[in-house]
């Protein structure tokens, strides 16, 4: 964080933050409002709070700590995540003013993150691309592009009319549905 606080222009970053006591301590008031809520609200609730932080030993200045207080039914779930984008926005760019505010902040940019690392995670195991090898991200996405084209148009034949079109059933495609 420091590397990148440091460099010019500035390196912007949003990473997860570990919980520990000290960091409970901070939002233990967010957290009793989210708990009411939760208790009027069908038992799941959510609220963001941010505040700034520094370590006791690690950080050499305080960082913008941005705390998710959520209580699923019975449990608490608190998580954070640390990062230098300004609350305020951009000075220079005709963007919403709270477009890094607490909750967009966590909602649609550090989720986003763990969202994309799903998707990734997902065409490997979905459409078993195990042999992503290349080092050229394009050669990868050709890869997978033609898998999942081909893994489309196979799916697709099994619908086709084929006798009403009085063609041959290709010896590939089973007859009834096989999806």
């Not at 932080?53 to 779930?77: F, H």
């Not at 963007?95 to 505010?101: A, G, H, I, L, T």
């Not at 690392?117 to 890869?143: G, P």
Request: hydrophobic share 35%.
């Amino acid at each position: 964080m420091a590397w990148c606080e440091e460099q010019q222009p500035q390196v912007y970053y949003c990473l997860g933050l570990a919980r520990n006591s000290r960091l409970r301590e901070l939002i233990e008031e967010k957290f009793a409002r989210v708990r009411e809520s939760a208790i009027l609200c069908g038992g799941v609730a959510r609220g963001f709070t941010e505040f700034q932080y520094q370590t006791l030993k690690s950080w050499t200045c305080n960082r913008r700590v941005i705390a998710k207080a959520e209580v699923l039914q019975d449990k608490d779930n608190p998580r954070f995540i640390v990062t230098n984008l300004p609350a305020e926005g951009f000075e220079d760019q005709q963007q919403s003013s709270n477009r890094f505010c607490a909750q967009k902040c966590y909602e649609d940019f550090y989720c986003a993150r763990g969202d994309m690392e799903n998707q990734i995670k997902q065409q490997y195991l979905d459409l078993e691309a195990d042999r992503t090898s290349s080092h050229w991200m394009a050669s990868n996405q050709l890869r997978l592009w033609l898998a999942l084209s081909l893994c489309c148009f196979s799916r697709d034949c099994v619908h086709w009319p084929w006798e009403a079109l009085n063609w041959p059933r290709p010896p590939l495609v089973p007859s009834g549905n096989a999806c």
